[in-house]
Every structure is written in C-alpha cells, then in structure tokens.
Nanobody, 126 residues
Framework: QVQVMESGGGLVQTGGSLRLSCSLSGLTGAAMGWFRQAPGKEREGGSCIHASGHPSYYGNSMNDRFTISRDNAKNMVYLQIDNLKPEDTALYYC?????????????????????WGRGTQVTVSS
C-alpha cells in the first residue's frame, strides 16, 4: 500500500522559513512533486523532482525562495521555503508520480501524479 504523508507546516511570520517533509512508503523510484492550494484558489504546481534527484522544476508560483530535494535512502522529499510571504499561505500537498521523471511541460497540472498526501497547512502572518 502506497502512502504519502506531509509534515512540517505551521504558522510563521513573514520572512521566516519552513522545511516541509514528505514521507513515501510502498513505492520507490517515482518522481515527486509539491503542490499547493490557497483558499478560494485552484491548486498550483509548485515543484517536481526526478526519482534520481536531478533535475528539478519549479512552477511560476515558486521562485528561488523554494528548494525541493529528496533523500532516497530515507524515502523522503523536502521543500525548503525561505523568506515566507503571506501569499504563501496554503495547504501544501506532496504527490508521487506515475513515472520516474517529471514531464517537463505538463507536470504542474498534477495529472501525472497518482498518489497524494492529505496536505500540511502553511500559514504566514503579516
């Protein structure tokens, strides 16, 4: 049984940092992605990383303040977020892909990710 579980969210002040963690069990060798959904908005693709750890891609909403990484030995994926802003407030989801690579032009839609976690809430106060 494949399980994806996020952790590490919380309430932080503007300018703070968080490292979100995603544990994956029951599956290896998958590309992994981070997505987020703010209240009243559509889900947006944040970042995708190949099974090998390279390369990685970022959506328009996640600029150089976001860094995705993975530790395959631990079956963990991370999303480091620095200089947090109120507009980063959202439910952040981790997902495991159908392939071991990110589809470069379409991963951000999310339809090639089959296993999803329940999300971890990030709230940034101004």
């Amino acid at each position: 049984q494949v399980q994806v579980m996020e952790s590490g969210g919380g309430l932080v002040q503007t300018g703070g940092s968080l490292r979100l963690s995603c544990s994956l069990s029951g599956l290896t060798g998958a590309a992994m992605g981070w997505f987020r959904q703010a209240p009243g908005k559509e889900r947006e693709g944040g970042s995708c990383i190949h099974a090998s750890g390279h390369p990685s891609y970022y959506g328009n909403s996640m600029n150089d303040r976001f860094t995705i990484s993975r530790d395959n030995a631990k079956n963990m994926v991370y999303l480091q977020i620095d200089n947090l802003k109120p507009e980063d407030t959202a439910l952040y989801y981790c997902a495991a892909g159908l392939y071991n690579y990110c589809l470069r032009d379409s991963w951000s839609r999310g339809d090639t990710f089959y296993y999803w976690g329940r999300g971890t809430q990030v709230t940034v106060s101004s």
